[in-house]
């Protein structure tokens, strides 16, 4: 194989195109599409929820697969077969041939996605200078930002001509954006064979990392899902506020990424980690008890930021626990986006419950949210505490 080594920037411009594909469009995208695909009478409403989660399980399979998958092919490989089968569920969505045919083609851009996100990076940073490595990082994750905020712009102008142009359209951009990452991957990005002991975690402060990404899937989910709703039904302000009010989530999507991973170079991961946690807190109890807009703007920015914004630093978290050793970085990455996609999951249909059964109560719901948030803020004592006399090392 050649060894062959892109300018870093291209290969940091690959790595977003990636996360915006796999991650940011195959997810996010479809949000907006769900009124216009129960008006079209493509599906009936429930089966447009089913094929919702569709993406979510395959997504979860490709955080299992996608390390195996780059060891047989190479992760570069990998990546661009990745984001070329993205491109292709785009197209196969736009014929509605049946709920099973819909259904395995989103589960097929979950899956892709899952892969993107566990080998992305790590193809990436390792050709990086180390100094803005958390710059980087947010860099590449920034396609999550952006992927949120064109499902609130892009995709309702591309609805305007059509619902099934929409798909074609997101299977050009797709194409598109998998052309420009096309040489950016390293071609020597191959994971090194896996050590025997693999699995095992080689730093007690892993763990911590594990039970805050957990904490930290479970308490984004309801604003993520809910918050549209909660403005324009809840708050009775109407669709039109409610769009509005999601594209300031989305500003705040498109900041976090880089935001967060400047602010990991300044003042390092672990604080930048406990600031991140406390402005979601404050912003979350902001939302869940004021109603004032000129609060709830920068309260919805900051949660905005969030989701895609403690990517970068996890995985920072992750890389700085089992430095020097690359293949156990990756299988511990890989554990962690299972981790977070499966609480995500559980998460989801466990609010879904609450809403249906509290009869819309969504203060309740981000208020469950703050509380896991909390949790996470303050499991390090939790940890330390059950740990014993940790070394400060371990929880850094």
Not at 53 to 65: E, K
Not at 209 to 216: C, D, E, K, R, T
Request: hydrophobic residues 55%; aromatic residues 10%; glycine residues 12%.
């Amino acid at each position: 194989m050649s060894n062959t080594t892109p300018h870093p920037i291209h290969a940091i411009v690959a790595g977003l195109c990636a996360s915006l594909v796999g991650i940011g469009l195959a997810r996010f995208a479809y949000t907006p599409l769900v009124p216009a695909l129960i008006d079209a009478h493509w599906f009936a409403a429930n089966e447009v929820i089913y094929l919702g989660a569709a993406n979510l399980v395959g997504y979860l399979f490709g955080a299992f697969f996608g390390r195996p998958l780059a060891r047989l092919f190479s992760a570069r490989r990998s990546l661009q077969g990745m984001m070329l089968l993205v491109a292709i569920a785009f197209f196969a969505c736009a014929l509605p041939v049946s709920v099973l045919w819909f259904f395995a083609w989103r589960f097929v851009s979950g899956l892709a996605g899952g892969v993107i996100m566990v080998l992305a990076a790590g193809a990436v940073l390792p050709y990086l200078p180390g100094a803005r490595k958390g710059l980087a990082s947010g860099a590449i994750f920034l396609g999550l930002g952006l992927g949120i905020a064109a499902s609130g712009t892009l995709v309702p102008l591309l609805l305007d001509v059509g619902l099934r142009q929409t798909w074609i359209g997101l299977g050009v951009i797709a194409l598109l954006l998998t052309a420009i990452s096309w040489s950016g991957w390293p071609s020597d990005a191959v994971t090194a064979p896996a050590p025997a002991n693999d699995s095992a975690p080689r730093a007690r402060g892993l763990g911590l990392v594990y039970v805050q990404y957990a904490l930290m899937a479970v308490g984004l989910v309801p604003m993520m899902i809910f918050l549209v709703d909660y403005v324009a039904r809840g708050l009775a302000w109407g669709t039109h506020s409610a769009s509005l009010l999601w594209v300031v989530y989305g500003l705040g999507a498109i900041a976090g990424p880089v935001t967060y991973g400047a602010l990991a170079d300044r003042i390092g991961l672990a604080a930048s980690n406990r600031l991140a946690l406390i402005g979601q807190l404050l912003a979350i109890m902001v939302l869940a008890l004021d109603t004032r807009a000129t609060l709830l703007v920068p309260a919805i920015f900051i949660i905005g930021s969030f989701p895609p914004g403690i990517v970068p630093v996890t995985l920072g978290r992750v890389q700085q626990q089992l430095a020097g050793d690359p293949s156990a970085q990756g299988a511990a990455w890989s554990r962690a986006t299972i981790i977070f996609a499966l609480f995500q999951a559980l998460a989801g249909y466990a609010y879904s419950y609450l809403f249906a059964s509290t009869h819309g109560n969504h203060v309740l719901l981000f208020c469950i949210g703050g509380a896991a948030i909390g949790l996470a803020l303050l499991s390090e004592g939790l940890w330390t505490a059950m740990r014993g006399l940790a070394p400060r090392q371990a929880m850094e």
